[in-house]
């Protein structure tokens, strides 16, 4: 969704096995709104991240814009105006222009749960 005010808040510590995730410093953070959805993340779902200021176009990227709020957005660039900006994957919200943004991580998984099992459902 909308930029969300910069507070690191911890839920708890969970160690991530190299075997999937890789090597590397990562955070996962829970999505908060639909502006992503179009990238297949959801409010709810949890995004692991890679700790790391380093990025390619087109990555999706945690980025603390104007020093103060945090917010998860594909990064694109404009070769007409010769700048980056911050893209929502849902046509209702505007592109944010990368004027003071600081990337903090780049999303390299996302983790949802799939509901209820219909192997639990019973005849």
Excluded: W
Aim: net charge negative.
């Amino acid at each position: 969704g909308e930029p969300l005010l910069e507070e690191e808040y911890v839920e708890k510590y969970i160690p991530l096995p190299k075997e999937i995730f890789g090597d590397g410093e990562l955070f996962i953070l829970r999505a908060n709104g639909d502006s992503m959805t179009g990238a297949g993340i959801e409010s709810g779902d949890y995004v692991v991240v890679r700790k790391q200021t380093d990025f390619e176009i087109g990555d999706i990227v945690v980025a603390l814009v104007d020093n103060s709020e945090t917010t998860l957005k594909r990064i694109l660039y404009d070769e007409y105006s010769g700048s980056a900006y911050l893209h929502p994957e849902n046509p209702e919200y505007p592109d944010i222009p990368v004027t003071d943004c600081q990337i903090q991580g780049v999303a390299v998984y996302v983790l949802k749960s799939l509901g209820a099992s219909p192997l639990r459902r019973r005849r």
